[in-house]
T-cell receptor, first 114, second 110 residues
Framework: DVKVTQSSRYLVKRTGEKVFLECVQD?????MFWYRQDPGLGLRLIYF???????EKGDIPEGYSVSREKKERFSLILESASTNQTSMYLC?????????????FGPGTRLTVT | GQNIDQPTEMTATEGAIVQINCTYQ??????LFWYQQHAGEAPTFLSY????GLEEKGRFSSFLSRSKGYSYLLLKELQMKDSASYLC???????????FGTGTKLQVIP
């Protein structure tokens, strides 16, 4: 079974703090993704990576950065957390081959910025 | 840009059939996915359509019309555990960029 894990299920941070969200997948997938999910807005893509050290902006990259130093790990960084970044953050991975784009999601991190 | 529309909520009766529609407008269309998401859980993959037509997988089927920018997910013999949100998602471009709709919350009632 594909397993995608995220470092925390719940996180509370203060405005202005630097926040790291970690995601690890164990199936040697090429592609990894970071989304946020908000009521009424659905899942929105923040960044994705199709290879180590490669990244592409999604639909809402402002206020975020990412790092992919190893194939299995994709980190989302909030340089200076703000209250409007309070959200559910979901990481996903997908193989390069196979059903194009079928994604496997981690359990999510619910981040609250106060 | 991309635009995906699906109904916000639907209610159906246990044992019945329900059809959840999804319309999309996108450039560089590759394929369309359906995901299921139970409350408080992560989305899980249900189906994938690239070509026009119907894909059947047990109680679930998904249909695609590329020319009309239209898809539907058909759930047969509804069970209470099918109460969940159903997310329509479109892939486009060369790097598997995925855009999700806002989801349809399905409530199955006895």
């Amino acid at each position: 079974d594909v397993k995608v894990t995220q470092s925390s299920r719940y996180l509370v941070k203060r405005t202005g703090e630097k926040v790291f969200l970690e995601c690890v997948q164990d199936m040697d997938h090429e592609n990894m993704f970071w989304y946020r999910q908000d009521p009424g807005l659905g899942l929105r893509l923040i960044y994705f990576s199709y290879d180590v050290k490669m990244k592409e902006k999604g639909d809402i990259p402002e206020g975020y950065s990412v790092s992919r130093e190893k194939k299995e790990r994709f980190s989302l960084i909030l340089e200076s957390a703000s209250t409007n970044q309070t959200s559910m953050y979901l990481c996903a991975s997908s193989p390069e081959t196979g059903a194009l784009g079928e994604q496997y999601f981690g359990p999510g991190t619910r981040l609250t910025v106060t | 840009g991309q635009n995906i529309d699906q109904p916000t909520e639907m209610t159906a009766t246990e044992g019945a059939i329900v059809q959840i529609n999804c319309t999309y407008q996108t450039s560089g269309f590759n394929g369309l996915f359906w995901y299921q998401q139970h409350a408080g859980e992560a989305p899980t993959f249900l189906s994938y359509n690239v070509l026009d037509g119907l894909e059947e997988k047990g109680r679930f089927s998904s249909f695609l019309s590329r020319s009309k920018g239209y898809s539907y997910l058909l759930l047969k013999e509804l069970q209470m555990k099918d109460s969940a949100s159903y997310l329509c998602a479109v892939t486009s471009g060369g790097y598997q960029k995925v855009t999700f709709g806002t989801g349809t919350k399905l409530q199955v009632i006895p």
